[in-house]
């Protein structure tokens, strides 16, 4: 027994203008507050520390959240702050009455964004501690020491995060699965996919290679309005250099796109010792995440086929148009942006 939605034209175009709006919202929104803000504690002597707290900034302005310590940390040091592109950062030297063991750190205003905390200790007696602060708990309190696992899963969760709010990269992945005709070569583009954005994580983590953030947001919306036609191309049978090797584009594209995942690991200010361990950990996330996400696409796609349902004609291009749209949609206000930046 098959379903079929027969709406009228009109509410069809009318959700489908309301799904598009939506994403480019909330797209937005969102790709500028996903930054986490940092906190690096260095123990410099006995019950002596340096403590670096850097907040990102979104349209041009700091995100509302201070630093609280509990009775008993003093400053040494009057807080010095120092303005960058994309963050304020603040430093200063304090001391406390028995070391950090049992105090607290507030991050006050945190609760009230969407902004997570990444709090690094560093003890003289070469202890690392690692820890995600999310808005819905507000502070730290520091007691014995986490395990190293507990700062992978710090990282691994980052990663996994990092692509699931990144729209615009899961947006290309959703247009590669419209593309590939077969499960192999379903493998073979996602292997590419992600081999690729390795190489490129890895490489502008290190610091090899750098791209400015203006131009390089614009050449990934670029990527996703790419696959739009091609979209329409497979709709209509007909064929194309992307048609028959979708791994090829998807591995071209992937460099580009691994340096957009390593903003989302070099926005945290890491020291370079901890930047291999980070980088295998996050990287492992992104995977977990995109893989999901695939997975999650492809069970909804035998849901609908299980239950028969059968859109309108017209709407079986409603991907070409989700992908298309917002990639035009996203190429033209980031190319206004690069250029507004220029001027």
């Known amino acids: ?49 340096k403590v670096v707290w850097r907040t990102p900034m979104l349209s041009g302005m700091r995100l509302p959240i201070a630093l609280r310590f509990q009775d008993g940390v003093r400053n040494v040091t009057e807080p010095a702050e ?133 131009p390089l947001n614009a050449m990934i919306a670029l990527s996703i309005l790419f696959l739009g036609p091609e979209i329409v191309r497979v709709w209509r049978g007909q064929t194309s250099f992307t048609i028959r090797h979708p791994w090829i584009v998807s591995f071209a594209f992937g460099l580009l796109h691994g340096f957009g995942f390593a903003s989302g690991l070099t926005a945290l200010g890491l020291p370079q010792g901890d930047i291999p361990f980070a980088l295998l950990m996050f990287n492992l996330g992104v995977e977990a995440g995109q893989l999901a996400f695939v997975g999650l696409i492809l069970l909804l796609i035998a849901a609908l086929k299980s239950i028969e349902i059968r859109l309108p004609r017209g709407m079986e291009l409603m991907p070409a148009y989700v992908v298309g749209i917002l990639g035009a949609y996203w190429t033209v206000d980031r190319i206004a942006a690069m250029l507004g930046g220029m001027a």
């Not at 507050?33 to 410099?44: G, K, N, S, T, V």
């Not at 303005?83 to 009455?97: A, G, K, Y």
């Open 1 to 49: 027994m098959s379903a079929r939605l027969n709406l009228p034209t009109s509410l069809w175009r009318l959700l489908f203008g309301v799904v598009v709006a939506a994403v480019a919202f909330v797209s937005g929104a969102v790709a500028h507050e996903i930054r986490p803000a940092y906190l690096q504690i260095d123990e410099m002597a006995a019950n002596r520390y």
């Open 82 to 214: 120092r303005d960058l592109p994309d963050s304020l950062v603040q430093t200063r030297v304090i001391e406390t009455d028995g070391g950090l063991a049992g105090k607290r750190v507030e991050f006050v205003g945190l609760q009230a964004t969407i902004t997570d905390v990444l709090v690094r200790v560093h003890l003289l007696d070469g202890t690392v501690e690692t820890t995600m602060i999310r808005p819905s708990q507000p502070w730290i309190d520091f007691a014995a020491t986490r395990s190293p696992l507990a700062a992978a899963r710090v990282y691994f969760v980052g990663g996994f995060q990092h692509i699931l709010l990144g729209i615009d990269h899961l947006l290309f992945v959703f247009g590669l699965l419209f593309i590939v005709r077969s499960r192999w070569m379903l493998v073979k583009t996602i292997t590419a996919f992600t081999v690729a954005h390795s190489i490129t994580l890895a490489v502008a983590t290190v610091g090899k290679v750098e791209i400015p953030a203006l």
